[in-house]
């Protein structure tokens, strides 16, 4: 089956605290949904902290559920949080530490990558993930981001993962499934192709939920940081 997703423009959704609904539709009243938005969020995988619940682990649902992610202004511009932090420039600022140390060296990465989540205002164990760290790693890598000094590197889904590892591979395939325009930018269609590719592609199993990797490229992708389209190897 061929998919196909071709839209005209990137959706983008303007967020506020009061726009809360049960999570199979339907509207609740003011004070219920009051309440809600000021429950924290327990979830490791709860995009921008404590304004809604994650709709795999809870019964609310935000509007960022399609597509994910908390919208605010930063810097003048629209951008996307994860943990509470603007995404794109905390992958960029890793990325130029990086760059400005001279290394590529996976160890480096994830020190600089605490540095740049304390530096842009985040304070809690969530920086240290190694998840969406190790997502973010294989796209600025791999050549995958915009604004960093790193050629693209064709890599099949088979030679990512064993030398990367599944995390890698679950956020590159996400980025080509993305530029592509071969699904829609929901996590919710995103996560099922991506287990479904890497299963194809590397001939091993996926993970039954996404822990961060395609989450980070999905955010990333709509926020305009993703080089693409590209024809890839798989």
Request: charged share 20%; aromatic share 8%.
């Amino acid at each position: 089956m061929t998919h196909s997703y071709r839209p005209t423009t990137v959706p983008t959704i303007q967020r506020t605290t009061r726009s809360y609904g049960l999570r199979h539709g339907g509207s609740t009243p003011r004070s219920r949904r009051l309440a809600a938005s000021t429950v924290p969020c327990t979830s490791e995988l709860c995009i921008g902290g404590p304004h809604g619940h994650d709709r795999h682990r809870g019964s609310w649902s935000s509007a960022a559920d399609s597509p994910e992610g908390d919208i605010t202004s930063w810097g003048g511009s629209m951008t996307r949080l994860l943990f509470r932090v603007p995404i794109s420039r905390w992958v960029l600022a890793t990325a130029q530490a990086m760059d400005a140390a001279h290394t590529t060296d996976d160890a480096a990465w994830r020190a600089h990558w605490a540095e740049s989540y304390t530096a842009l205002g985040g304070h809690t164990t969530s920086g240290t993930k190694g998840c969406p760290r190790s997502a973010a790693y294989a796209l600025w890598y791999l050549g995958w981001l915009k604004g960093a000094m790193r050629p693209h590197q064709d890599w099949p889904s088979a030679r990512i993962h064993r030398r990367l590892g599944k995390n890698a591979a679950y956020a590159v395939i996400a980025a080509r499934l993305l530029t592509r325009g071969t699904v829609a930018p929901f996590h919710s269609s995103l996560w099922p192709r991506v287990r479904d590719e890497f299963r194809r592609q590397t001939g091993e199993s996926a993970a039954n939920s996404d822990q961060g990797a395609a989450k980070v490229a999905l955010l990333l992708f709509l926020d305009g940081s993703l080089v693409g389209p590209l024809t890839v190897a798989v």
